[in-house]
Structures are given as structure tokens and as C-alpha cells.
């Protein structure tokens, strides 16, 4: 199957500082989506992302399609405590099918 | 709209035993997968839909069957639950399906099988 590799695993972090994470793939890819999932809940979309290059803003959140198109990164700007919870990479594989990494555990401490 | 439902919200099985988890969403959407979340291994594609009747195998389907009899259902059902099913079950939609259309959770079932 499609290899996602989603890094770092987990972050602490203070409040106020900024946070990045990354996702490569093994083969090129016309998509990349990045999902927020908070505590108890199912994952919400953050960004979609379709042109290689391309970088998009949500707020504090920015996220880049990668010139290679085998990987995206999302950053966060002036972290915030209702900013916990895991973020996932995800690509459009086949078809109607998502693949996500495995997700990077996002903690923030006032 | 109430979006994407599932029940029950928390469920303990003995081994062997059978269950359905229930999915339904309000909002016309084709596209439905059922997909599996383990601690630390995000998640895993079980089954889809790309609309009533037609159903399709995910990475990870064996131990589980699904059908597709009406827009707004897919149920979700395990013959005989293994103590490898502990997991958390999520639900979810989309209106085209893809990258192009983005996929609305419901917020889970966690199972237990002990």
C-alpha cells in the first residue's frame, strides 16, 4: 500500500510558540489534505491543497503542497490551548479513497 | 442538519459476540466509508460506498461486512468479535468522494472486546 510517513509523532509545546509537521509519500500524488481531529470527536478538514507549490492559509494554520509533490507541511502560528488535539495528513489514493498518516498528538500547555 | 451519526457512542463485546454499528447522515451525501482508528496508527480505510447499493473493501475489511440499501445509511456489522477489533469506529461522508470533496466524521464508536 501507499507509505505515508507523518512526523514528528507527537509535540509539547507553550503557548504562544509556533509548530510545524510534516508528511512525505512515497510516489506523486494530485492532493494533499490536512485534518484536525479534537478530543472525543471525528477529524474536521483544516486545508485542501491541489497544486504543487501551492501554499494556503487558514488563519493561524498554513499548509504547502511540495514542488516534488511527494509531501506537504502545516504550520501553526502563535499556539493557542484549544489548538490539542491530533492533525492528520491525508492524499487521495484511488478513486473516492483517502489514505491518512499516522497523525501527529498535538499538546499545548498555557 | 444534524451531519454524520453513529451510535452507540461506547461498546463492550465478549469474543464471539456480534454487533452493527449504526451510521446515517442527513445530507444527501454518495460517498460513505467506515474507517478504524488504533492508538498512534491513524486511520484505516475498512469499507466505502460510492452510493446505495454498491459497496467496496477498504484496507483493512476482513472480520466486518457493510451494506448500502439507502442514501442515507451504512451500518457496519462484526460476526464474531475479536479482542484485534478494539478500536475506535468512525464514520464518514463526502459529496464526490476524492480529495476534491471533503469528508464529514461522525465522532465514533469505541469498542471494547474482551
Known amino acids: 500500500g501507499q507509505q505515508l510517513n507523518q512526523s514528528p509523532q507527537s509535540m509539547f509545546i507553550q503557548e504562544g510558540e509556533d509548530v510545524s509537521m510534516n508528511c512525505t509519500s512515497s510516489?506523486?500524488?494530485?492532493?494533499w489534505l490536512w485534518y484536525k481531529q479534537d478530543p472525543g470527536e471525528g477529524p474536521v478538514l483544516l486545508i485542501a491543497?491541489?497544486?504543487?507549490?501551492e501554499l494556503t492559509s487558514n488563519g493561524r494554520l498554513t499548509a504547502q503542497f511540495g514542488i516534488t509533490r511527494k509531501d506537504s507541511f502545516l504550520n501553526i502560528s502563535a499556539s493557542i490551548p484549544s489548538d490539542v488535539g491530533i492533525y492528520f495528513c491525508?492524499?487521495?489514493?484511488?478513486?473516492?479513497?483517502?489514505?491518512f498518516g499516522e497523525g501527529t498528538q498535538l499538546t499545548v500547555n498555557p | 442538519n444534524a451531519g454524520v451519526t453513529q451510535t452507540p457512542k461506547f461498546r463492550i463485546l465478549k469474543i464471539g459476540q456480534s454487533m452493527t454499528l449504526q451510521c446515517t447522515q442527513d445530507?444527501?451525501?454518495?460517498?460513505m466509508y467506515w474507517y478504524r482508528q488504533d492508538p498512534g496508527m491513524g486511520l484505516k480505510l475498512i469499507y466505502y460506498?460510492?452510493?446505495?447499493?454498491?459497496?467496496d473493501k477498504g484496507e483493512v475489511p476482513n472480520g466486518y461486512n457493510v451494506s448500502r440499501s439507502t442514501t442515507e445509511d451504512f451500518p457496519l456489522r462484526l460476526e464474531l468479535a475479536a479482542p484485534s477489533q478494539t478500536s475506535v469506529y468512525f464514520c464518514?461522508?463526502?459529496?464526490?468522494?476524492?480529495?476534491?470533496?471533503?469528508?464529514?466524521f461522525g465522532n465514533g464508536t469505541r469498542l471494547t472486546v474482551t
Open positions: 464518514a461522508s463526502s459529496y464526490s468522494g476524492g480529495g476534491n470533496s471533503p469528508l464529514h
Open positions: 510516489s506523486i500524488f494530485n492532493t
Open positions: 491543497l491541489y497544486k504543487a507549490g
Open positions: 491525508s492524499l487521495e489514493t484511488s478513486g473516492s479513497r483517502l489514505t
Open positions: 445530507m444527501n451525501h454518495n460517498y
Open positions: 460506498s460510492v452510493g446505495a447499493g454498491i459497496t
